[in-house]
T-cell receptor, first 115, second 112 residues
Framework: EAGVVQSPRYKIIEKKQPVAFWCNPI?????LYWYRQNLGQGPELLIR????????DSQLPKDRFSAERLKGVDSTLKIQPAELGDSAVYLC?????????????FGPGTRLTVT | GDSVTQMEGPVTLSEEAFLTINCTYT??????LFWYVQYPGEGLQLLLK?????DKGSNKGFEATYRKETTSFHLEKGSVQVSDSAVYFC???????????FGQGTRLTINP
């Protein structure tokens, strides 16, 4: 069974440019998470989806970040415009919906470098 | 707020050495506790977990015991291998919540 797929794996952009990351969760997993992992730190949740609905986006910087999961399967996270401080690894994870304590499965991440 | 503190790395050991990576937490209520491992170039993988006080999680020779009295969840392994070289993250999840709160990670290198 395929795991969580993310693309691209690496992205280098100049500041003020837009960037987008894509995630395809494990088949059948209705809950999808985006985390940001700064260098030398643990991941921090940005947003959580239950199907198409963003149920926790309290940590998403809404002035420049946006996310969508239109059909309740794959998801896109966008930054526009990017800033130097956005350099980080962006992780996607998925889990079974409605299962208390369901394990989260993580993708390999997208490493973003903003120059 | 809820938080997890891990011992700072990097940690470098020789093969077959005993490993301990300390983890303490601050949380309201009774969280579940986790250890995740991140091998080079890969995503985080769940290594072990414990959901209530005095539970011991174990996997691949690693163990951790949920100690409520000391709010700790230290990771141990009796004899490490080169293949254990990775970054280890301690994390908690509050009761009824989905969000994981991670520590900063500890990079472990095992030399042959």
């Amino acid at each position: 069974e395929a795991g969580v797929v993310q693309s691209p794996r690496y992205k280098i952009i100049e500041k003020k440019q837009p960037v987008a990351f894509w995630c395809n969760p494990i088949s059948g997993h209705n809950t999808l998470y985006w985390y940001r992992q700064n260098l030398g730190q643990g991941p921090e949740l940005l947003i959580r989806y239950e199907n198409e609905e963003a149920v926790d986006d309290s940590q998403l910087p809404k002035d420049r970040f946006s996310a969508e999961r239109l059909k309740g399967v794959d998801s896109t996270l966008k930054i526009q415009p990017a800033e130097l401080g956005d350099s980080a690894v962006y992780l996607c994870a998925s889990s079974l919906a409605g299962a208390a304590g369901a394990e989260q499965y993580f993708g390999p991440g997208t490493r973003l470098t903003v120059t | 707020g809820d938080s997890v503190t891990q011992m700072e790395g990097p940690v470098t050991l020789s093969e077959e050495a005993f490993l301990t990576i300390n983890c303490t937490y601050t949380a309201t209520g009774y969280p579940s506790l986790f250890w995740y491992v991140q091998y080079p170039g890969e995503g985080l993988q769940l290594l072990l977990k414990a959901t209530k006080a005095d539970d011991k999680g174990s996997n691949k020779g690693f163990e951790a015991t949920y100690r409520k009295e000391t709010t700790s969840f230290h990771l141990e392994k009796g004899s490490v291998q080169v293949s254990d070289s990775a970054v280890y993250f301690c994390a908690l999840r509050l009761q009824g919540a989905q969000k994981l709160v991670f520590g900063q990670g500890t990079r472990l290198t095992i030399n042959p």
